[in-house]
């Protein structure tokens, strides 16, 4: 009988057998049904016995068994019909894309307010008009002039990108706002003031009103603001307002004065307007190129380099008088010079040819040429006492700049006896630190100045809850603002 005959023959008979006894066995208890352990302990036995096409195949079967075994634990009131393997890697890469740049933290929701056009482009429109200038009527033509205080547009811009192009970013735009933990009023408010500059802070309305006038601007906002149900909601605590010009919002201050302003400094707030704890330091946007090369001594002949308005109110009255001890100083370039593009190429030829920059406060402590310098690795000499900096909790400023108190800076021979004495050692150290820190200060850099604008306001959303649940549930006459959301604390600001 041919081979392969005989083993239908003893298989027919072996399925006779089985059927036969059937009947038998009914009474008895049935085996009970293998587990899912039993069948992948069986797939591993049989692997052993089989090719390698049919080991990869049952490897692969295994692998989506054991994926759904772990989702079904994981997960188990996921709805069998409707999850897949698919499904749940997808939501698991939202998921991922929801968690912070930095230490796997949750993003910060921030709700956009779409403010009406005349607070955003249209103050762009209005800059135009009030430089002789048409705008395009098309939304997407108008171009935001640049100048120092671009937070407010760099900002903005960001938030409307689409998420993809926001890698890093500590948060994430959110179109419902009751999902928000923030919400961001994109006015330009350091434009705004721009447009009719030639008004002094807090001059009244002339002969002859202006086409546009900032200060009703700041009101119609404010009112806007305060019909809004989440304003309402948490008396502006929750909301962010960029302030960076000095005298932003001044006109309004009071009534946005619980909201995280972004300022920067200190110089024309009052301790119940702003502070360290509840506001953030913003630095301003750099005016003049940055500096692409390395470090050096020897590309770098100048001593020390200034060039800006040399008469400025208030704690700026030094430039005045370090002008007069240091203009006939051997290898010292100080010299006045306004706000122009002319001015600007100087600038940017000075700082990066010169290792030390010097930094006097102006009207307010603060002013750009600290990070023209030090996006020029051109070491920041920083005569201003009251000068509050961005980014303390990440940069160490003593570091990369060198501080000098006012008193002393003035006395002749001081300030530059000061800095011979630094050797070209110190001075590439110096270097180096500016150069690690450098995309802290552009606003351009795809995780420069605005993510660490972000992650700063970021840092104050467990204040904020705490500030808005403690006013619930104090009476009216007890609540308002406490020495935690002032400048009266230990930290030292103005």
Not at 412 to 417: F, Q
Request: proline residues 6%; hydrophobic residues 40%; glycine residues 6%.
């Amino acid at each position: 009988m041919p081979f392969h005959s005989k083993i239908m023959d003893e298989g027919a008979a072996a399925s006779a057998l089985a059927s036969s006894s059937s009947s038998s066995s009914k009474a008895k208890t049935r085996k009970p049904k293998p587990t899912l352990i039993s069948r992948i302990h069986a797939l591993f036995h049989a692997m052993n016995r089989k090719p390698l096409l049919k080991k990869t195949l049952i490897t692969f079967s295994l692998f989506c068994l054991l994926y759904a075994l772990f989702n079904a634990l994981i997960n188990p009131s996921l709805d069998a019909d409707t999850a897949s393997p698919t499904t749940t890697v997808h939501s698991a890469i939202l998921a991922a894309a929801g968690a912070g740049a930095r230490g796997g933290s949750p993003r910060v929701r921030v709700y956009l307010y779409d403010l009406p056009h005349r607070f955003t482009y249209g103050v762009i429109q209005q800059h135009s008009l009030a430089r002789g200038a048409r705008p395009p009527h098309t939304v997407s033509l108008l171009k935001y002039p640049g100048h120092q205080h671009m937070a407010e547009w760099y900002l903005f811009s960001d938030l409307i990108r689409p998420e993809s192009e926001r890698s890093g970013s500590p948060v994430v735009r959110v179109a419902d706002p009751e999902e928000a933990d923030l919400f961001f009023v994109p006015f330009f408010s350091s434009l705004s003031l721009i447009v009719n500059p030639n008004r002094p802070a807090g001059s009244g309305l002339g002969a002859e009103k202006p086409a546009y006038v900032d200060e009703e601007t700041q009101e119609a906002l404010v009112e806007w603001l305060e019909m809004q149900e989440y304003w309402k909601r948490s008396n502006g605590r929750d909301h962010v307002i960029v302030a960076s010009d000095p005298n932003a919002m001044y006109r309004v201050l009071d009534r946005v004065r619980n909201c995280v302003l972004l300022v920067a400094d200190f110089g024309r707030l009052r301790p119940d307007q702003g502070s360290l704890v509840k506001d953030v330091v913003v630095p301003y946007s750099h005016r003049i190129r940055s500096y692409d090369g390395d470090v050096s001594v020897e590309n770098r002949k100048t001593l020390l380099f200034f060039m800006g308005n040399r008469y400025r109110k208030e704690g700026g009255k030094i430039r005045d008088i370090l002008f007069q001890v240091l203009e006939k100083e051997k290898d010292v370039i100080i010299k006045h010079g306004a706000q122009s593009r002319e001015s600007r190429r100087a600038a940017s030829q000075g700082m990066h040819t010169s290792k030390f920059c010097l930094h006097p406060a102006g009207d307010t402590p603060s002013a750009c040429r600290l990070f023209d310098a030090i996006v020029s690795l051109c070491i920041p000499v920083v005569v201003s006492d009251d000068i509050e900096l961005p980014f303390e909790d990440t940069i160490d400023y003593r570091k990369l700049a060198i501080f000098v108190d006012t008193e002393s800076a003035i006395k002749p021979g001081y300030l530059v006896s000061k800095l011979r004495a630094v050797t070209p050692n110190r001075i590439l150290e110096y270097q180096k630190e500016l150069k690690e820190v450098k995309r802290y200060f552009e606003y351009e850099e795809p995780d420069g100045t605005v993510n660490e604008i972000w992650r700063q306001v970021s840092k104050k959303l467990p204040l904020i809850k705490l500030m808005i649940n403690r006013e619930k549930r104090l009476l009216k006459s007890e609540a308002g603002c406490s020495c935690i959301c002032t400048n009266q604390t230990t930290f030292r600001t103005l």
